[in-house]
């Protein structure tokens, strides 16, 4: 079993939905959650980094994380075309020594 | 966000030579910096852990020979592939730690072994 699953789709919404984007992590040290999303050819962009459990909001993007079902989410509201890229979820456990561990990666395909 | 730089973004070699990539951190020092391997389609593997001042910490599988990383200062590091040949061909990436636990990473460096 990965330490982390993440569905790699694709995704393919119409442009003005509600996208949901989920990871699973087998690993209850995790402590630190982040998601990056990647354009074609590009190196990860963070978007979202929440600590523990909770849920944190910036702009059209929300992030929880449930750490007592091990299960993370990233929220898209109003999915625009340029929100087509791949999402990579990534958790690490506390402390400056540990490493990023990265979900697949979700495809997302935002149809005008 | 922090901006972390890549040079060169793309790069051909012929079998047998050697390329160096260059990760640079351009407003903020980074004692730890992160090489990374991604396949197409795939997500990123880690290739090695590099602090500033002392030896790169290389995953599992990895050839340290091979993959030769530098970390001389607080805003550089620079990975050399030596001897590439066609099945280093990849796009590596790299990643700066600001904080404890935010990375930022590198628009990657598209390599091709011919």
């Known amino acids: 079993q990965k330490e982390v699953e993440q569905d790699p789709g694709p995704l393919s919404v119409p442009e003005g939905a509600i996208v949901s984007l989920n990871c699973t992590y087998s690993n209850s040290a995790f402590q630190y959650f982040m998601w990056y999303r990647q354009y074609s050819r590009k190196g990860p962009e963070l978007l979202m980094y929440t600590y523990s459990s909770g849920n944190k909001e910036d702009g059209r993007f929300t992030a929880q994380v449930d750490k007592s079902s091990k299960y993370i989410s990233l929220f898209i509201r109003d999915s625009q075309p340029s929100d087509s890229a791949t999402y990579l979820c990534?958790?690490?456990?506390?402390?400056?020594?540990?490493?990023?561990?990265f979900g697949q990666g979700t495809t997302l395909q935002v149809k005008p | 966000g922090a901006v972390v730089s890549q040079h060169p973004s793309r790069v051909i070699c012929k079998s047998g030579t050697s390329v160096k990539i260059e990760c640079r951190s351009l407003?903020?020092?980074?004692?730890?910096m992160f090489w990374y391997r991604q396949f197409p389609k795939k997500s990123l593997m880690l290739m090695a852990t590099s602090n500033e001042g002392s030896k790169a910490t290389y995953e599992q599988g990895v050839e340290k020979d091979k993959f030769l990383i530098n970390h001389a200062s607080l805003t550089l590091s620079t990975l050399t592939v030596t001897s590439a040949h066609p099945e280093d061909s990849s796009f590596y990436i790299c990643s700066a730690r600001e904080a404890a636990d935010t990375q930022y990473f590198g628009p990657g460096t598209r390599l091709t072994v011919l």
């Open positions: 407003d903020f020092q980074a004692t730890t």
């Open positions: 990534a958790m690490k456990t506390s402390g400056n020594t540990g490493k990023l561990i």
